[in-house]
């Protein structure tokens, strides 16, 4: 390391005389070259470009005047001042030019305004700042002692970074009597040493021998580097292995688990080193059957089971074993290793079904066969003896058959498919052998349908309540049947039972799906004409024979605002809803005019009637009780109230969307002698007139009555057997006023039901939430009342 710091600073103090410029002109650029030696220090002037170019230092600021590079970190640099070429860092030839014999940097300069480019070339001149070095400072070589003279034996050649006549130029070896150093020049490659052997070696003299490779380059004084190279000569082989015994011989049991060790064979041999070293292995002329069933361990002699062992199969193996050393021409013994097989119970029962019916139908009487069983194994003695067995929870059972090791899987009970349609039956077959082993084999047996069920209804029987006024063609309800068997035996087609009764004359209004029991009906009903009819409905399944089964289908009208009101009085001769009333003048206020009466074929809210003045000449005069329909007056009549007023009634009814009818009622004033001479007449007429009302009063409330009772006794006949109180009431308030009322009372189990006319019976309640036909009544008997909703 000093010696390389002084040529350092050698080289830097005599670098102005080492710096060589040449100019070379072309054209309207020009290039020059400078010389510098590797790792001089930063800040080394290289070359004055502005002068050997003659360029005029004052402009070359401003022309900007620079090194244009491609690196961050640039080896040169201008000076814009004075024009001269600086080192930036320090150079290493080794690093920039590799060991190229020219070593030389383009630098392209450039000014500005107007734009110059002139090309320098600085060269990189070497200096021997490197030693010669081996890839390894030491290298062991192995040599037989039968190695004959003149053999060559190309050693690694040492290497160095300098270039040229700092390289590496020659390499001297110690001294030894056995060998002697060649050197192969190959040019561009460098020198390479090559160990010859110059006299025969002798282990028993000499077991190994120390050299030491020396390099040197071409710098004065050379660098040198060297390596320590160990020779080791090795033994000749000249004996072969030998075995211990003259015979090997081993019983095994069959299927000894893999890695199992049969036995271990042993070899020795004088030699020392590689050459006694001895490894086994199986002859080369060994079955490829045996080498898939056993291994030897190349170190140990030790043969392992590698497959399968089986006593079927051979009983016996004979199997050649090789043992020989490591040396560079093996030597090699063989010796035959006799292997007996021991027979143990290792083949459990083999299960087979020689014949096999996958379905039986579910009527198949005990004792059918459904299978026949055979089992085999290939052993023998107490190892073949098998005994075969089915589980004791299936309605199945294995008979033995007269042919040995056949059995007959047979049913031992009825079979139900709806109760168990598929069985997975496990037979098992167990040798006598010690320890014993066994088999199963499981098989799918799958119970037919036969057609033994009857289609059965969800619901028996069924009843559904349905709007009047229906559309005619719609479906209305339906009915479900549901049938335990399975395919054609499960499907059911719907029909209505149709006789020539007259409670059945109303089922050729009625259609049914028959695939999904829909019903449809194919007009429209009336509450007022039919309150309740009964029907039957069959299910038939497609089996053959097929099955069915009917269920009573009850169907209930409910009631809908389809009828107005109707004007019973006042009523003129022509039909018209008008009348007129003459009153004394003098009347006080309370007097009664007259009573519009009115009624509905309704129920429920649908028939409650309520009454309003839609039109009146003097509200101060007259008043309408709403549920009533009484018109009084309000006031005493005075000299300036007109003489004729007019009233136009709206009577309406309470359904969802509620129908109304209107009556004009004429009220004249008139003096009190006129007054009474009319009413005399007048009570005559309105006797006949309410004798003939009372009449319309009675037919209507008997027809009504008459329907209402058929409902009842069509209740009475469907809850008789729940031993349900029927009761049925035709009621009419003792203070009539005008509007027609009628209700309907029954009970059923714990629930009471009414049906009601325009004006409910006293101690009714409405029950918000209810269907518009059905009140709730308060039951004595129980806190709260349901309501019956459809």
């Given at each position: 390391m000093?010696?390389?710091?002084?040529?350092?600073?050698?080289?830097?103090?005599?670098?102005?005389?080492?710096?060589?410029?040449?100019?070379?002109?072309?054209?309207?650029?020009?290039?020059?070259?400078?010389?510098?030696?590797?790792?001089?220090?930063?800040?080394?002037?290289?070359?004055?470009?502005?002068?050997?170019?003659?360029?005029?230092?004052?402009?070359?600021?401003?022309?900007?005047?620079?090194?244009?590079?491609?690196?961050?970190?640039?080896?040169?640099?201008?000076?814009?001042?004075?024009?001269?070429?600086?080192?930036?860092?320090?150079?290493?030839?080794?690093?920039?030019?590799?060991?190229?014999?020219?070593?030389?940097?383009?630098?392209?300069?450039?000014?500005?305004?107007?734009?110059?480019?002139?090309?320098?070339?600085?060269?990189?001149?070497?200096?021997?700042?490197?030693?010669?070095?081996?890839?390894?400072?030491?290298t062991t070589l192995e040599i037989s002692e039968s190695v004959l003279p003149g053999v060559r034996i190309q050693l690694k050649a040492s290497r160095d970074p300098d270039s040229g006549h700092f390289s590496v130029q020659q390499y001297k070896l110690s001294h030894n009597d056995n060998f002697r150093l060649e050197v192969k020049d190959k040019g561009e490659d460098g020198k390479i040493p090559i160990l010859v052997v110059q006299k025969s070696l002798d282990r028993e003299a000499a077991g190994s021998h120390s050299l030491v490779l020396t390099a040197l380059d071409g710098g004065k004084p050379p660098k040198s580097g060297e390596m320590n190279i160990v020779i080791n000569v090795l033994d000749i082989n000249d004996n072969a292995p030998v075995f211990t015994k003259d015979v090997y011989s081993v019983m095994l049991d069959e299927n000894a688990p893999i890695g199992t060790t049969v036995i271990q064979v042993n070899a020795t041999d004088l030699d020392n080193g590689p050459n006694g070293d001895v490894v086994y292995s199986f002859s080369k002329s060994l079955n490829q059957r045996l080498l898939r069933r056993f291994d030897i361990n190349q170190s140990t002699g030790e043969i392992i089971v590698k497959g399968l062992i089986n006593y079927e199969e051979k009983d016996k193996y004979e199997i050649e074993i090789q043992a020989s050393d490591k040396g560079l021409a093996p030597l090699a013994t063989e010796k035959s290793v006799i292997i007996k097989i021991v027979d143990v119970n290792d083949n459990a029962p083999e299960i087979e079904v020689t014949s096999f019916s996958s379905s039986i139908p579910e009527d198949s009487r005990p004792g059918t066969t459904v299978a026949l069983i055979s089992v085999n194994d290939l052993d023998s003695g107490l190892n073949g003896k098998v005994i075969c067995s089915i589980g004791e929870d299936v309605p199945f059972a294995l008979s033995p058959t007269l042919q040995d090791k056949m059995y007959s899987l047979v049913t031992k009970s009825p079979l139900d498919r709806e109760k168990q349609h598929l069985y997975d039956l496990t037979i098992m077959a167990k040798d006598a052998g010690q320890p014993s082993l066994s088999s199963e084999k499981t098989i799918s047996v799958v119970v037919s349908d036969v057609n033994d069920n009857s289609p059965e209804f969800s619901l028996s029987p069924y009843t559904f309540y349905i709007t009047e006024a229906n559309e005619p063609g719609a479906s209305v309800f339906s009915v479900k049947a549901f049938d335990h068997d399975e395919n054609e035996n499960a499907r059911i087609s719907y029909r209505i039972f149709r006789d020539a009764s007259t409670d059945n004359k109303l089922t050729s209004f009625l259609n049914i799906n028959t695939e999904n029991g829909d019903i449809s009906a194919l007009k429209s009903f009336d509450f007022e004409t039919l309150k309740t009819f009964q029907f039957q409905v069959v299910a038939t399944d497609s089996g053959t024979p097929s099955l069915s089964s009917n269920v009573t289908v009850n169907v209930f009208i409910l009631d809908q605002n389809d009828n107005a009101p109707v004007i019973l009085y006042p009523v003129s001769s022509n039909g018209s809803a008008e009348g007129m009333e003459e009153i004394p003048r003098n009347v006080n206020a309370g007097h009664l005019v007259t009573k519009v009466r009115a009624y509905d074929a309704d129920i429920g809210y649908n028939g409650w009637l309520l009454f309003s003045l839609q039109q009146v000449t003097d509200h101060s005069l007259f008043g309408l009780d709403r549920y009533t329909g009484q018109i009084r007056t309000l006031r005493s009549f005075t000299e300036t109230d007109e003489a004729e007023h007019k009233l136009v009634i709206l009577v309406k009814d309470n359904g969802n969307v509620s129908l109304s009818a209107t009556a004009t009622v004429i009220v004249k004033l008139v003096e009190p002698k006129e007054a009474f001479a009319a009413s005399d007449v007048k009570s005559s007429t309105k006797v006949d007139e309410e004798d003939n009302v009372t009449l319309y009063l009675m037919i209507t409330l008997g027809s009504v009555s008459v329907l209402f009772l058929i409902s009842i006794i069509v209740l009475i006949a469907m809850q008789c057997s729940k031993s349900t109180d029927y009761t049925s009431k035709y009621l009419q308030e003792t203070n009539y006023d005008g509007t027609l009322c009628h209700s309907i009372q029954y009970r059923s189990g714990d629930k009471r039901y009414m049906l009601v006319g325009p004006r409910m019976s006293i101690g009714s309640t409405i029950v918000p939430g209810s269907h518009a036909n059905t009140l709730v009544l308060p039951d004595r008997r129980r806190a709260s009342a349901e309501v019956r909703q459809f």
């Open positions: 000093e010696q390389r710091r002084h040529e350092r600073r050698r080289a830097g103090g005599c670098l102005l005389g080492c710096v060589v410029a040449l100019l070379l002109w072309s054209g309207a650029s020009a290039q020059i070259r400078y010389s510098i030696s590797e790792e001089i220090n930063e800040g080394t002037v290289v070359g004055n470009i502005a002068k050997d170019l003659g360029l005029d230092k004052s402009t070359l600021k401003d022309r900007k005047y620079r090194v244009v590079s491609s690196t961050a970190d640039p080896l040169f640099h201008v000076n814009q001042n004075d024009g001269i070429l600086y080192v930036s860092r320090k150079i290493d030839r080794e690093e920039v030019c590799a060991q190229s014999s020219m070593c030389l940097i383009n630098l392209k300069t450039v000014l500005e305004n107007p734009l110059e480019v002139h090309y320098v070339g600085v060269e990189v001149l070497d200096i021997n700042d490197h030693s010669p070095s081996f890839p390894e400072k030491e």
